[in-house]
């Protein structure tokens, strides 16, 4: 089996930071990516940030670039995301998921892509 937790998710004031994480187990992994979505009520799932196991290469929606960052773990196949300088539109459930076998054409900012997800860990942001 293949699980997917995230967690790290919370409470906080505008302008505060919070980090979330990403565990991915249940098999040996390779040539995979990772990528991190958020949906708000009655919004579409939205791309926030992504990342490829193989090269590092990261991706990032314009709305959060310069805020937040991506960065992985290979020895625990975890992925993180460091959000700094939050605001109330960032409240959002934050869902990471996870993409096998990425050879070929990729698609890193479609959640359509991903394979797995993760149950989603709440991140509220008060003004």
């Known amino acids: 089996q293949v699980e997917v937790v995230e967690s790290g998710g919370g409470l906080v004031q505008a302008g505060g930071s919070l980090r979330l994480s990403c565990t991915a187990s249940?098999?040996?992994?390779?040539?995979?990516?990772m990528g991190w979505f958020r949906q708000a009520p009655g919004k579409e799932r939205e791309f926030v940030a992504a990342?490829?196991?193989?090269?590092?290469?990261?991706y990032y929606a314009d709305s959060v670039k310069g805020r937040f960052t991506i960065s992985r773990d290979n020895a625990e196949i975890t992925v993180y995301l460091q959000m700094n300088s939050l605001k109330p539109e960032d409240t959002a459930a934050y869902y990471c998921?996870?993409?096998?076998?990425?050879?070929?054409?990729?698609?890193?900012?479609?959640?359509?892509?991903?394979?797995?997800w993760g149950q989603g860990t709440q991140v509220t942001v008060s003004s």
């Open positions: 249940g098999r040996t992994f390779s040539n995979y990516a």
């Open positions: 990342i490829n196991w193989s090269g590092g290469s990261t």
């Open positions: 998921g996870l993409r096998l076998r990425t050879g070929g054409s990729a698609y890193y900012t479609h959640d359509w892509w991903y394979t797995y």
